[in-house]
């Protein structure tokens, strides 16, 4: 059975007019498994954005690779694009768009059935209760309005895998409970789901295993109870702290 996804020792580095030649990934491999939260834990700086947007074909990598469902993120960009769906904090949304019409537009960029994106765009309307305010332009809505709107634009093609980038960045309690909620469902449905974040408890919570990722380097990568096992400590932020003062 093929992978939702395998890296192999993927690697970026860039060039810095301060800092000279910067290495923000470092040769890292992982795998995820279907029907999986798979975490990837670090502080900002690890290197967390920079790895999904590799897999997501928004970077190119200096080294190593990325397959989608056995499709290479270099080679065959459009085949994983149809089968991802991004989301982070700063997802952009078209302003003058209403959510009906944001909806329908990344469902028929998916590639999603014609004939089908009527009841799709119908069935996220439903789901995510945006009902009300469908037909309100995107720069009108709330933060929570548009959080709602951004996750069902992020869902519009159905694509099995999801990668959610620090999607609570800047959220209050209750909408970040939400979207640790819609993981969770995502998950029940069958979905992969990649689950950046620095925040603990999310982690915590949702994630089936959680890669360790400092410096551009993964640390360590299993389940929550066989990181506690391997390191003695109870607490994920416990479990962080012996990882990366080991590397200093």
């Known amino acids: 059975m093929i992978s939702p996804v395998e890296v192999v020792g993927l690697t970026k580095t860039f060039e810095d007019e301060a800092r000279g030649l910067v290495e923000a990934v470092r040769g890292i491999d992982f795998e995820c498994r279907a029907g999986e939260v798979f975490g990837l834990l670090g502080a900002n700086g690890a290197g967390k954005t920079t790895t999904l947007r590799m897999l997501a074909t928004v970077l190119r990598p200096t080294a190593g690779s990325v397959r989608v469902l056995g499709h290479d993120a270099v080679a065959e960009p459009t085949e994983v694009r149809r089968n991802l769906g991004f989301h982070s904090a700063s997802t952009a949304l078209y302003p003058r768009l209403t959510p009906r019409e944001t909806i329908e537009l990344f469902a028929r960029i998916g590639g999603y059935p014609p004939k089908g994106v009527k009841a799709r765009v119908d069935a996220l309307v439903e789901r995510f209760g945006i009902g009300s305010y469908q037909d309100v332009r995107v720069e009108r809505l709330s933060s929570g309005m548009k959080q709602k ?22 959220l209050d309690v209750l909408n970040a409970l939400e979207m640790v909620e819609i993981v969770q469902e995502l998950r029940a449905e069958g979905k992969t789901v990649i689950y950046s974040t620095h925040i603990m408890s999310e982690a915590e919570k949702l994630c089936d295993r959680i890669a360790i990722l400092h410096r551009g380097l993964i640390l360590a990568c299993d389940t929550l ?16 702290v012996h990882h990366v003062r080991g590397v200093g």
């Open 225 to 240: 109870e066989g990181l506690r096992r391997a390191t003695g400590a109870h607490y994920l932020e416990d479990i962080f």
């Open 149 to 170: 709107v951004s996750v069902a634009r992020t869902l519009a093609h159905d694509p099995p895998l999801l990668v959610f980038d620090e999607p609570t960045v800047g």
